[in-house]
Structure formats: C-alpha cells, structure tokens
C-alpha cells in the first residue's frame, strides 16, 4: 500500500492550493480516505474525509465552506482543494486510509498515511 501526497508549498493569506494523494497497492474505490494536518507542536487533526464512492463528505468546522476534498477513483486519486487559506492552515498535510471495520465510510481508524506534504500561508 502506498499514498503519495503532494502538491503543497507557500502560498499568500487568501490564497489557494491543491492537494493529490495518488494511492495504490488496494482497491481503491473500497475504502474511505482522509486528509490529516499537523502543524508544529500542536497535534495532529482530521481536515475532510471522503467516503469510498464520493458520495458523502465530512469537514472540521474551521474548513468548512473553505476546504472541499473529492476523489477520483478511476484515477485512485483523493484531493483537498484549499481556498481562502489562513496562517492557520499551515501544516503538514497527510493523507490516510481507512482502516478497522467498515472501511467504506469515514471512521476513527486508519492503517497507512502517506509520507506528507508541507503548506506554508504567509506573506
């Protein structure tokens, strides 16, 4: 199993960037997937998370309206548009897969994460 994150970098407050987390080595389209952030210091929190169809999403409350993750499983991609973008945000960003019991939809378990990729909202 592999997940590659990519597609952070520096960008400006009020800003936007795309996420891509390319995975492989399972069945995609079985499994939900999330984006995690940890910023330094702090712990690290669930941002979004995609059920296995696409069909249902969940948000933390400070992204919501801001942040929108989609999927695309003919392409085994998940991303995380990010919009309006604040210090705050600034963080590694990981994806994951689900893991446990009833890996279709979002849940607390996750059994692999991609190796991270680093946003920085500054001016």
């Known amino acids: 199993v592999q997940l590659q994150a990519s597609g952070g970098g520096l960008v400006q407050p009020g800003g936007s960037l795309r996420l891509s987390c390319a995975a492989s080595?399972?069945?995609?389209?079985?499994?939900?997937i999330s984006w995690f952030r940890q910023a330094p210091g702090k712990e690290r929190e669930r941002v979004a998370c995609i059920n296995s169809s696409g069909s249902s999403t969940i948000y933390k409350y400070s992204v919501k309206g801001r942040f929108t993750i989609s999927r695309d499983n003919a392409k085994n991609t998940v991303y995380l548009r990010m919009n309006s973008l604040e210090p705050e945000d600034t963080a590694v960003y990981y994806c994951?897969?689900?893991?446990?019991?009833?890996?279709?939809?979002?849940?607390?378990?996750?059994?692999?994460w991609g190796q991270g990729t680093q946003v920085t909202v500054s001016s």
């Open positions: 080595g399972f069945t995609f389209d079985d499994y939900a």
């Open positions: 994951a897969k689900r893991g446990g019991n009833f890996w279709y939809i979002c849940g607390d378990e996750y059994d692999y």
